[in-house]
């Protein structure tokens, strides 16, 4: 008897572990973010107490173009790596259900 619940519940066990790994990888992602545009927001707070003249200012708005830039590309970059966590997912899941289900 203990048999037929393992047989039933090891397929579960393996998409439960699948699916906490995934959620980890996004979480660790969406982390990273957070903490690079927080890191940006207070390096732009530090940068523009040192606007004083034109040219300070002038200064200030480039770094903030690219610093822009450098959220842009890390946001472009991060949407890649969560779109191949999902297909990599979706590609094991399959390969669990397939698995899991007796051939007809």
């Not at 699916?19 to 979480?27: D, L, M, N, R, S």
């Not at 927080?38 to 940068?47: I, M, P, T």
């Not at 842009?72 to 890649?80: D, F, G, R, T």
Request: proline share 2%; glycine share 2%.
């Amino acid at each position: 008897m203990n048999n037929v619940y393992e047989n039933l519940l090891t397929p579960v066990k393996a998409l439960n572990d699948l699916t906490v790994k995934t959620i980890e990888q996004i979480a660790e992602l969406q982390v990273k973010t957070v903490q690079e545009s927080a890191k940006a927001s207070v390096n732009s707070l530090k940068s523009s107490s040192g606007v004083t003249d034109l040219d300070s200012l002038q200064t200030y708005l480039q770094s903030q173009v690219t610093a822009a830039q450098k959220l842009s590309q890390s946001a472009s970059s991060n949407a890649e790596k969560i779109a191949k966590i999902g297909e990599s997912y979706l590609n094991e899941v399959k390969a669990l259900v397939e698995k899991a289900t007796p051939a007809a």
